[in-house]
């Protein structure tokens, strides 16, 4: 859990990397330089992110030549809230000719629409004479913590199901966004060492005219000869690199063994990227791969996989029978005979994601199911007056006081 100490110090360090002359360009994560915020108070947060990051946006447009600015993120619990402290920032007029860059994730379904109102928000900014922005655009790297996060809160996964959909919504944002009327307003980065996908973007830019405004980025010491091959070819590289102090180097380790589940996974271009120009058989498995994803591409708006109704995404998982309760055998404390009312199936109300639009919009959503205080035992025989919609009871009495026998627990 990062506190609010450490934040502040890690955001500290930020600054002075700034500062530095020989550096122009950082990349940060919100949730990496801020101490986590409540996900119910959105706007709340936004206000204090913003209050945050708005100096180190304040250093790089002070410097005699602007420097970069580029927000990362992590988890889909990120991007809205990255999104909205991004452009509330840039959206000052101190701000307005600072060209800064975020990050889209494409292994998230969300990642074409997510583009789509970063291209209106900047083409609105140019409008008024603003700078571009960037987006640099990844397949995503935190799909163990996304499967965890799905698989404890009984939500949907909020990634593509498949790694081929992955690589197709790749290609659905570069298509979209490699248009000339776009690139004036957000330029690319295409981060990403599958050359498959490096030579697709190349050539759809150069058949479109849009080069000037398209950027290639890999990870420094990650298959370096086809990076300088690539180079050689696009005429220039971004190469990215985790910043850490010599004796706080232990943290670059979880870097590195992403890195090395990257190499080892046959799902991934990288195993394969060593022996590409000696073994067929791997070759034209990454071309099938390839032709794949490009089959797939449909000219849609895929919808995200986080939605309201938390079981509505989730193959055989009912909502009617998550709401209702079980009837134990144990004795009623209440009654001392009888079942007593399960509480269960209540408690998965209030359950679904905060990182969602409708979740968040009020300050008490209406769907939160409050639980009443247990009362003190009833008689013997009572029974519930008062059931919800939900199958909870909020209120005891005995069984005479009940409206209908149909209502005794």
């Not at 993120?73 to 007029?93: G, H, K, N, Q, S």
């Not at 959909?165 to 690319?188: F, H, M």
């Amino acid at each position: 859990m990062l506190g609010r100490g450490e934040a502040g110090r890690r955001l500290e360090g930020t600054h002075k990397l700034l500062a530095r002359g020989d550096v122009d360009y950082v990349s940060i994560k919100v949730s990496s330089t801020v101490a986590p915020h409540n996900p119910w108070a959105f706007d709340q947060a936004v206000d204090d992110v913003v209050a945050e990051l708005a100096p180190l946006f304040t250093r790089a447009a002070a410097a005699p030549t602007a420097k970069f600015v580029n927000l990362d993120m992590e988890e889909f619990t990120d991007l809205d809230l990255t999104i909205a402290v991004f452009t509330r920032i840039l959206d000052r007029p101190e701000f307005l000719h600072l060209e800064a860059g975020i990050v889209l994730q494409a292994y998230l379904p969300d990642a074409l629409a997510a583009m789509i109102r970063l291209q209106e928000w900047s083409a609105a900014r140019r409008a008024r004479g603003g700078a571009a922005i960037k987006v640099r655009l990844v397949k995503g790297a935190n799909l163990p913590m996304e499967q965890v996060e799905a698989s404890v809160h009984g939500w949907p996964l909020a990634t593509c199901t498949s790694k081929v959909d992955t690589d197709t919504n790749y290609k659905r944002v570069i298509d979209y966004a490699l248009q000339p009327e776009r690139i004036r307003n957000v330029r690319v980065g295409v981060a990403g060492h599958n050359l498959f996908d490096v030579a697709y973007s190349w050539l759809l830019a150069g058949r479109r005219g849009v080069r000037a405004g398209i950027e290639y980025e890999m990870l420094l010491g990650t298959a370096q000869g086809q990076a300088e091959a690539v180079r050689r070819e696009v005429g220039s590289l971004l190469l990215y690199t985790p910043v850490v102090s010599p004796t706080e180097f232990d943290v670059a380790i979880a870097y590195l063994i992403r890195r090395l589940e990257e190499g080892a996974s046959s799902d991934n271009f990288m195993s394969a990227v060593f022996e590409l120009d000696q073994n067929e058989d791997l070759f034209a498995r990454e071309q099938e791969r390839f032709l794949a994803s490009v089959a797939g591409l449909d000219g849609l708006v895929p919808p995200t996989h986080k939605v309201a109704d938390r079981y509505a995404a989730v193959p055989g998982r009912s909502r009617a029978r998550s709401r209702t309760p079980r009837t134990p055998t144990r004795p009623s404390p209440r009654t001392g005979t009888g079942p007593e009312p399960s509480w269960t199936g209540c408690r998965a109300l209030g359950s679904a994601s905060p990182a969602l639009p409708p979740r968040r919009s009020a300050t008490r959503p209406s769907w939160t199911v409050s639980w009443p205080p247990r009362p003190r035992p009833a008689p013997r025989g009572a029974c519930c007056r008062a059931p919800s919609a939900h199958g909870c009871c909020t209120a005891w009495a005995t069984k005479s006081n009940c409206a209908a026998p149909s209502s005794s627990r």
